[in-house]
């Protein structure tokens, strides 16, 4: 069975900063590409970031410049630095990895359960 398991979601005022963590557990193979995707009610979910299994990273146009994706492939873990949050940033953050785990060993998508992240402004 495998988890993501968000953390690091909170308040912030505006021009402040925030990191979300994710980390993937269970009977994993191997981790292919990682992102953060954000959604608010009533609206599609959104890609923010991502990063392949070699670090190459994408990012939405509106958080580039103040957002920074990473990754430790030792933890299965992926982070988010967010730097001068504004007031649209407000949304429920999900984390999201390509994932191969038994028993068949195809890539995968698995989703965490989802942070909230709210900037006063």
């Known amino acids: 069975q495998v988890q993501l398991v968000e953390s690091g979601g909170g308040l912030v005022q505006a021009g402040g900063s925030l990191t979300l963590s994710c980390a993937a557990s269970?009977?994993?193979?191997?981790?292919?590409?990682m992102g953060w995707y954000r959604q608010a009610p009533g609206n599609a979910r959104e890609l923010v970031a991502a990063i392949t299994s070699g670090g190459r990273t994408n990012y939405a146009d509106s958080v580039k410049g103040r957002f920074t994706i990473s990754r430790d492939n030792a933890k299965n873990t992926v982070y988010l630095q967010m730097n001068n949050l504004k007031s649209e940033d407000t949304d429920v953050y999900y984390c999201n990895a390509v994932i191969r785990a038994p028993p068949g060993a195809r890539p995968s998508d698995y989703w965490g359960q989802g942070t909230q992240v709210t900037v006063s402004s």
């Open positions: 269970g009977n994993i193979i191997s981790i292919n590409d």
